[in-house]
Nanobody
C-alpha cells in the first residue's frame, strides 16, 4: 500500500510553533519527482490546501490564511517534506495531511493519514 506518513503534530499554545514531517513508508517515492503539498481539514469543512510546491524549480504556494507564518521545505537527502508552522493560532487547529502528486504522471497521487494539530491555551 502506497502511503505517506506524517509526524510532528500535537498540542501547542497560541503563538507557538510546530514542524510537521512527511516521508514515504513501505515504498519508493522520491519527492524530487512529485509536487508535495500540505492540506488541512476540520470537521464539517472541505479539505484546504495550505502550502505546496508548484514548479520543478521550487516555487511555492501558500494560502492567504498561512502566508508569512508557514513554510514548506524539502530535504532531498532525507526524502522528507516539512511544514514549519509559526505563530500558530486556534484557527490553525486541524488534521494536516501530506500529499504527493506526480510531476510527470499526474495520476500518481498519494496521501498520508494525517496528523492532528491543536492550538489551544
Amino acid at each position: 500500500q502506497v502511503q505517506l506518513v506524517e509526524s510532528g503534530g500535537g498540542l501547542v499554545q497560541p503563538g507557538g510553533s510546530l514542524r510537521l514531517s512527511c516521508a514515504p513508508s513501505g515504498f519508493t517515492l522520491s519527492f524530487s519527482s512529485y509536487f508535495a503539498n500540505w492540506w488541512r481539514q476540520t470537521p464539517g469543512k472541505e479539505r484546504e490546501l495550505v502550502a505546496g510546491f508548484i514548479s520543478t524549480v521550487g516555487n511555492t504556494y501558500y494560502s492567504d490564511s498561512v502566508k508569512g507564518r508557514f513554510t514548506i521545505s524539502r530535504d532531498n537527502a532525507k526524502n522528507t517534506v516539512y511544514l514549519q508552522m509559526n505563530s500558530l493560532q486556534p484557527e490553525d487547529t486541524a488534521v494536516y495531511y501530506c500529499n504527493a502528486k506526480g510531476i510527470y504522471n499526474p495520476r500518481a497521487d498519494y496521501w498520508g493519514q494525517g496528523t492532528q494539530v491543536t492550538v489551544s491555551s
